[in-house]
T-cell receptor, first 115, second 114 residues
Framework: AQSVTQPDIHITVSEGASLELRCNYS??????LFWYVQSPGQGLQLLLK??????LVQGIKGFEAEFKRSQSSFNLRKPSVHWSDAAEYFC?????????????FGIGTKLQVIP | SAVISQKPSRDICQRGTSLTIQCQVD?????MFWYRQQPGQSLTLIAT?????????ESGFVIDKFPISRPNLTFSTLTVSNMSPEDSSIYLC???????????FGPGTRLLVL
């Protein structure tokens, strides 16, 4: 069964500092990978996704993520964090083949940005 | 992308009552899903809403408690039946088109059961 691990429940960074949120997955083949962001009181917004091809994926709001097959990881990065980035971030994995396409979410990482 | 709306956005309900949540997608989609997000937790898939047939429920969720309808390719409802305080949660509708694998989410319905 597929699974997602986000080892950091809560991260605090200073505004302007770089950010890396960790995500590890378990899946039998190359999965589809996603990062979503949820601002307080809001639904989930897709930041970026990896289906195939270039392992470095660019997303919205200046975020990027790198798929590393050897490490089963899909870490999210941003070179300079803004106060508006404070939110909860969810990594998700979905099956890359046909059939029942269930997406599994990690527990989420809550990001706090301090001045 | 797909734009998904949900109604109501929030509600406060009494124990023992039922609430029906509506989900509308702005274009036809193949798959629609209902998730629950309990306070401080991640998203848990309740069921996949199937057009014209019974929904497919995940382990731990049953039709009597969470009846789901999907009369067409753009609309679905989730009912939370005989509510208890443990049902207090955010309920999220989600959808995916046939030609792409991105899954989009509605804004959620915040439910508080007293």
């Amino acid at each position: 069964a597929q699974s997602v691990t986000q080892p950091d429940i809560h991260i605090t960074v200073s505004e302007g500092a770089s950010l890396e949120l960790r995500c590890n997955y378990s899946y039998g083949a190359t999965p589809y990978l996603f990062w979503y962001v949820q601002s307080p009181g809001q639904g989930l917004q897709l930041l970026l996704k990896y289906f195939s091809g270039d392992t470095l994926v660019q997303g919205i709001k200046g975020f990027e993520a790198e798929f590393k097959r050897s490490q089963s990881s899909f870490n999210l990065r941003k070179p300079s964090v803004h106060w508006s980035d404070a939110a909860e971030y969810f990594c998700a994995v979905g099956p890359s083949s046909g059939g029942y396409q269930k997406v599994t979410f990690g527990i989420g990482t809550k990001l706090q940005v301090i001045p | 992308s797909a734009v998904i709306s949900q109604k109501p956005s929030r509600d406060i309900c009494q124990r023992g009552t039922s609430l029906t949540i509506q989900c509308q997608v702005d274009s036809q989609v193949t798959m629609m899903f209902w998730y629950r997000q309990q306070p401080g937790q991640s998203l848990t898939l309740i069921a996949t809403a199937n057009q014209g047939s019974e929904a497919t429920y995940e382990s731990g969720f049953v039709i009597d408690k969470f009846p789901i309808s999907r009369p067409n390719l753009t609309f679905s409802t989730l009912t939370v039946s005989n509510m208890s305080p443990e049902d207090s949660s955010i309920y999220l509708c989600s959808a995916r088109r046939t030609v792409e694998e991105t899954q989009y989410f509605g804004p959620g319905t915040r439910l508080l059961v007293l």
